[in-house]
Each structure stands twice: as structure tokens, then as C-alpha cells.
């Protein structure tokens, strides 16, 4: 397939993408709900195509900070970013939060509560990384426009 | 939005597979350009600037009373 310079096509096919990335999610909703109908509430979950939307979804996500930062960028007053450790509170503070959830819930397993907590961490400290990184990029393209 | 590349195209004695060629676009975006119905972004209109030996301005500029009347029609 020939490589697509004309800027008008490339809109066009970034809108057909986003017609087909639409098909696709719903496509895997559908399957996975139905093996639920049809298999049993777990196997739904335990199907490789939940994970396929998860991550997709987690990725988009992710990649759809960018988007985020501007936007609160743009309605909120300028202002330098928190300090990063106290992203990192926050994030142990879910953790520990989650990790006693599930204690509390299921005082037999605290090795899973634990690495349920870590898990929260992890995820939320990595969001958090990443709004922080954007967000100080942005502060210090601003200051170079002063 | 309304442009002057038609009348330029056809006054530097191009057609407009020879613009598109020369500013590594297809045909059809030329036409759509100029019949005003897609906005080019600003690296295009310079490549289209190049090849019709026009400036921004004699090609893309617009009064801006009229472009205020054409966007209350």
C-alpha cells in the first residue's frame, strides 16, 4: 500500500480509525458479554479478548492525557505543578486504602491484600507519573513564552 | 473558505494535477481548496504559495468585514 502524504487524506483516514477502533470495542463488548450469558459470569472475565479491551481502554487512557492536560491547562489559572512527592503520597495512600479493603474482606489471604496494594500503587503512582511529567512540560512551555 | 488559488492556478498556466503534483497533495484536495470547501493547513498553503509564486496574503487573505458578513449568512 502506497505511504498517504496528502494531509486531507490522513484526516479522512484517522476519522475511518476511529470508525473502526468504535466497531471493534463494541464487537468485543458483545462477545465477552454474551460468553458471560453463555459460559458463566467468570469465563467473560477470564477471556483473552476482556484483557484485549482493558488494555486498549488502559492505553487510550494513558494517551488520552495529553488531551487532559490541555484542556486543564487552558481553564485553569497557570500555575507551577504540586511536588511530585506528593503524587507519590497520594498514590501510597490508595495503596494501603485498597490493600486494607481487602484485607478486611478476606482476613485469610493477606499476601493478596498486600500485592493488591502494591498493584494500586503502581497503577496509580504510573497515571499520576505521567499527568506530572505533562503537566511540568507544559508549565515549562508557558514560561518560555513569557 | 473562499481563496484566490483558482485564479492563480490558471493565471501561472498550471492545471490542478500539476499543482497537486507540485505540492505532494491529490487532486481532489486542490479542487476542495478551491472550491472552498477544505481549509489547508499552513505548511500547504505556503507549498501552494511556492508553486503559483503568490504570498499568503494574495492568495488566502480575506477582509475582515466580509469574512464577518459570510459567517453571519
Known amino acids: 500500500m502506497k505511504k498517504i502524504k496528502d494531509e486531507r487524506l490522513n484526516l ?3 476519522k475511518n480509525v476511529r470508525i473502526a477502533y ?9 462477545i465477552v458479554i454474551y460468553t458471560q450469558f453463555t459460559s458463566g459470569p467468570n469465563a467473560g472475565f477470564e477471556s483473552p479478548l476482556f484483557l484485549v479491551l482493558i488494555l486498549s481502554s488502559s ?5 488520552q492525557m495529553r488531551v487532559s492536560a490541555d484542556i486543564e491547562a487552558s481553564e485553569k489559572k497557570r500555575k507551577k505543578p504540586r511536588p511530585y512527592y506528593l503524587y507519590v503520597i497520594l498514590s501510597l495512600a490508595f495503596g494501603v486504602l485498597m490493600g486494607l479493603i481487602i484485607y478486611l474482606t478476606d482476613r485469610q489471604n493477606p499476601i ?8 494500586f500503587f503502581v497503577c496509580f503512582l504510573a497515571s499520576y507519573s505521567v499527568m506530572y511529567y505533562l503537566k511540568k512540560k507544559r508549565s515549562s512551555d508557558d514560561d518560555d513564552l513569557d | 473558505m473562499c481563496n484566490q488559488v483558482k485564479k492563480s492556478r490558471i493565471e501561472s498556466g498550471m492545471t ?8 505532494g497533495v491529490t487532486r481532489q484536495t ?10 489547508p ?3 500547504l498553503c505556503l507549498a501552494i504559495c511556492y508553486a503559483v509564486n503568490k504570498s499568503l496574503d494574495e492568495l488566502f487573505w480575506i477582509d475582515r468585514r466580509k469574512n464577518d458578513e459570510k459567517d453571519q449568512r
Open chain 1, 22 to 30: 468504535l466497531f471493534q470495542t463494541v464487537g468485543i463488548l458483545a
Open chain 2, 30 to 39: 486542490i479542487s476542495l481548496i478551491e472550491k472552498g470547501k477544505y481549509n
Open chain 1, 12 to 14: 479522512v483516514t484517522l
Open chain 2, 41 to 43: 493547513t499552513l505548511n
Open chain 1, 59 to 63: 492505553l487510550f487512557l494513558f494517551l
Open chain 1, 112 to 119: 493478596s491484600a498486600l500485592i493488591s496494594g502494591i498493584v
Open chain 2, 16 to 23: 490542478q494535477l500539476q499543482l497537486a503534483e507540485k505540492t
